[in-house]
């Protein structure tokens, strides 16, 4: 007994900190979004004892350093000098642990209003990127300070307070506290379901308080991908294959899945295909949303100019999920993007069409391409890459962690562009932007809004940007048999009240080509799935496609999309939302007076719909090769 009472005095500072800092951490974030609780006090109040289950699951794995020192330190040193400052300085690594993930919880939250997820997994595996992505838009070294004095601090406080073992515990005695620790351990690891437990509210805000970020972080390390068949619900394969072709508009008397002859009427054209993607370019940035801030004069000016899609939805919330949809026109899957995925070489995707028709197709990007794997994705599925480490230095006069800025990132562009034309092939550009991204640097002089001061200054010097090069690209031979497509890879956010918050995907599109296409406003409901048939579509293209996305200008095109956070997958009409959730959930959402409202209706045809879409697209190492066939459907994807 005095055995277990000395473990459990050793153990209990180690706990109390933990607890302590975790509990203040959630009050602190409860109270940053009270506006966003709707009022749900009850609830709320709910998230801190759930938070405290959570935390100690958390805390269970914590302990097992804590508990392999005693068994391992000699009896003789118990109590000791040696046993006192040892001790001390695992209190001091707990300690700075705990506070230095609270501040990044604090500044990840900030970003995504989110505990640690799939986001955070990929920030530590790109080092480089991130780390100079905090140092350049947060005082670091005096945060850290901060952090190191009060973890001192705190280690004062305990080493003057640790208690002397009233006996010197057994061999047997700490080989049983340590056999209990493992057990704790394991317990926690088998029994703990953090999205079970967290599952308080209906308000997202509250569930993502409750949790712990850390137990989040390694729960996000070891789901990246989600086998679909196992967390989500499914139909058989022969109704999933029926439906499908039905929904895509597979003929009869065609073999595969996807796989169905996009025929044309009249002749092909080769223009040129200028691709745009923006990075986080929300629709409500523009003033043709109603934004009144003059973010984006030029693009509000070429919208006015241009085939523009008022009601386009992203897929997803990062980078590669958008990069995704419109390169290989797929719905979302739950976890990593394909872009990220092993095995994603070879695949249907808009490159591949325009190639087959004699293009010169880039992927041009003003960072480091090899960030979240994209030079290998473009480079093998038929783009030639452009990243940072292929442009002269003296074309980059400024720069930060994510990329060159996009006035230099354009510049670029229109060299690669002027050579293409000289070889007399059509040429397609794929170009992703950085600009807009924290920490929101460019060169100054350029807008009114100095380098460094937020979003808006990242949204309106994209903007500069986009006209500068428009501008220019005016003056080359090559512009008047050029269609410039201008749209954004996903919103600046997509936290909102409900789990899937449509709102927080919106984004626009732009279709820019005088003389070619007639400004015109598209007000359907459009997913970013749709741009690649869409641009094939204005290319008056005949092709045999597996695309799932559909030419969105087309009369009989059905107005759906499809959003998405990692886990969850919307699908999405002008009157419905349906959410498929792990495990195996399905929620259904109704829109009333201009919102989704979470009802009890039946799932009925339209969940079958996007339930086809979704466990589908799982397959797609089957379907976007040459194994377009209904066998191949298997469960190990």
């Known amino acids: 007994m005095d055995t277990l009472k000395y473990y459990l005095k050793r153990i209990a500072p180690f706990y109390a900190l933990f607890l302590s800092i975790s509990a203040l951490l959630r009050i602190v974030l409860l109270a ?10 009850t609830e709320a109040a709910l998230a801190l004892p759930i938070g405290l289950l959570l935390d100690t699951a958390t805390f269970a794995y914590f302990m097992l350093p804590l508990a392999l020192y005693p068994l391992i330190l000699p009896k003789r040193k118990y109590g000791s000098r040696f046993d006192r400052f040892f001790s001390t300085g695992l209190f001091f690594l707990l300690s700075f642990t705990v506070l230095f993930t609270a501040l990044g919880e ?52 305990f080493h003057s307070r640790q208690p002397q073992p009233t006996a010197q515990p057994s061999g047997t005695a700490r080989m049983m506290m340590f056999a209990g620790v493992v057990a704790f351990a394991v317990a926690s690891f088998l029994l703990v379901d953090s999205s079970r437990l967290s ?23 070891r789901h990246n991908e989600l086998p679909f068949h196992q967390f989500y619900t499914t139909e058989d394969a022969h109704t999933l294959i029926s439906n499908l072709r039905k929904q895509v508009g ?16 009249g002749a092909e054209k080769d223009y040129n295909v200028v691709l745009i993607t923006v990075e986080s370019l929300s629709a409500n940035y523009m003033a043709a949303f109603g934004n009144k801030q003059g973010l984006t004069p030029n693009l509000d000016k070429l919208a006015d100019e241009s085939l523009f899609f008022t009601n386009l939805y992203a897929t997803g919330t990062r980078t ?75 074309d980059t006069q400024f720069g930060n962690v994510w990329g060159i800025a996009d006035e230099y990132l354009f510049t670029q562009v229109l060299k690669e562009n002027d050579d293409a034309y000289k070889t007399g092939k059509p040429l397609f550009d794929m170009v992703m932007t950085t ?32 006209g500068k090069f428009l501008a220019e690209a005016k003056t080359k031979p090559w512009f008047d ?61 005949s092709y045999e496609s597996r695309f799932y996305g559909q030419d969105a200008l087309r009369d009989d095109a059905k107005e759906r999309a499809f959003i998405s956070n990692y886990l969850q997958l919307g699908y999405l009409s002008p009157d419905e939302l349906v959410v498929f959730k792990p495990v195996k959930a399905i929620e259904h959402y109704s829109k009333v007076d201009d919102r989704f409202v979470k009802d009890d209706a039946p799932s009925g045809d339209f969940a079958t719909e996007g339930l086809t879409y979704f466990q589908s697209a799982s397959y797609w190492k089957s379907w976007s090769r040459d194994i377009d066939r209904p066998t191949m459907i298997s469960k190990s994807e």
């Not at 940053?32 to 749900?40: H, I, P």
């Not at 073999?255 to 025929?263: A, F, P, V, W, Y």
């Open 435 to 466: 600009s807009n991204h924290r920490p929101f640097t460019y060169p100054e002089g350029r807008i009114d809004i100095p380098s460094g001061k937020g979003r808006f200054g990242g949204v309106k010097y994209t903007d500069y940007a986009i």
């Open 320 to 394: 590669v999920y958008g990069l995704s949809a419109i390169t290989l026109s797929i719905p979302p899957i739950p976890g990593n993007s394909i872009v990220r995925r092993p095995e994603n070489e070879k695949l249907f995707s808009l490159a591949s069409v325009l190639d087959s028709k004699g293009y010169d197709s880039k992927f041009i990007y003003g960072g480091y391409g090899y960030f979240d794997n994209m030079n290998y994705f473009f480079g093998n599925n038929g783009y030639k890459v452009v990243d940072r480490t292929n442009i002269p230095t003296d």
């Open 250 to 265: 597979v003929a009869g008397t065609e073999q595969g899945m996807l796989t169905r002859r996009i025929t044309a009427t």
């Open 32 to 41: 940053k979004e009270q506006a966003n609780l709707d009022a749900l006090w």
């Open 106 to 157: 604090w500044f990840f939250w900030d970003e995504f209003a989110s505990r640690f997820n799939f986001i955070s997994v990929d920030y530590l595996v790109y080092t480089n990127e991130v780390i100079g992505n905090i140092r350049e838009s947060y005082p670091v070294v005096p945060l850290v300070s901060l952090v190191i004095f009060l973890s001192a601090v705190l280690s004062w406080i």
């Open 481 to 541: 048999h050029t269609i410039f497509v201008i749209v954004a890879d996903h919103t600046a956010g997509s936290a909102g009240k409900t789990e899937l918050n449509p709102e927080g995907y919106h984004i626009p599109m732009l279709v820019y080509a005088p003389g070619i296409i007639a400004p015109q406003k598209v007000e359907k409901l459009v997913s970013q799935i749709d741009v690649a048939p869409t641009i094939l579509g204005l290319l008056n293209m």
């Open 199 to 221: 599952a308080i509210s209906p308000n997202r805000y509250i569930t993502e308080i409750a949790k712990n970020g850390t137990y989040e972080l390694f729960s996000a390390y």
